[in-house]
């Protein structure tokens, strides 16, 4: 178990700071020494061995923590990597197993609809079939004006041909919308 990412944000906002502080307690200290240097290289009567000394070892010391510091950053880096990480990987188990089961029940709605699709047909187009074969058998076309003889051998009855209702022309632009709707400025599915 990780941490809460913005406790851990917090505490390496307070590294980053104590790491600047060291920076510039460390360019302060190299500053002075380096300007009491300079000054007894002119012979300044003001500046002591002693006092160069302590400067030179103010900047060594200022210099310890700088690596401590950094591999605090470096560790607070790498446990914010991980809770960011443990948090993604919360996300992705607790949401993606409901939008597959969303995909798999549309699935099953579609198989079910395109199985009633072909029954419908089926039935649709027995039907027909049948009353085709029962004009000029039992029923006579051009007898009533509801029953019309329509470009050859095709049949109208009130005003309607009675055909087969086309179903893969249809078919084939649903499922081409729906290709188009699947890849169009989304991710791109995987085989």
Known sequence: MTR???E???????????QQAATEARRVAVELAKDLR??????????TA????????AVEFAEL???????TIQALDAERVLAFTEAWADEVTATEP???????????????????????WQSHAAFV??????????????????????????VGVDGKLLALTPIFNPLERLFQ??????LSGRPKPSK
Do not use: M, Y
């Open 129 to 154: 079939q049948a009353r085709w074969e029962q004009v000029g058998r039992t029923v006579s076309s051009d007898v009533t004006p509801r029953v019309l003889r329509i470009r050859g051998f095709d």
């Open 50 to 57: 002693a006092a160069l000394a302590e400067a030179e070892h």
């Open 65 to 71: 923590p700088l690596d401590s510091k950094l591999e």
């Open 177 to 182: 919308k729906c290709v188009n709707d699947l």
């Open 98 to 120: 409901a939008l597959r089961a969303d995909i798999d029940a549309a699935f099953s709605d579609v198989e079910a609809a395109l199985q009633r699709l072909a029954k419908s």
């Open 8 to 18: 851990i944000e917090a505490d390496l906002a307070e590294a980053h700071a104590a």
């Open 4 to 6: 809460p990412i913005a």
């Open 38 to 47: 300079a000054r007894a290289r002119k012979g300044d009567p003001q500046v």
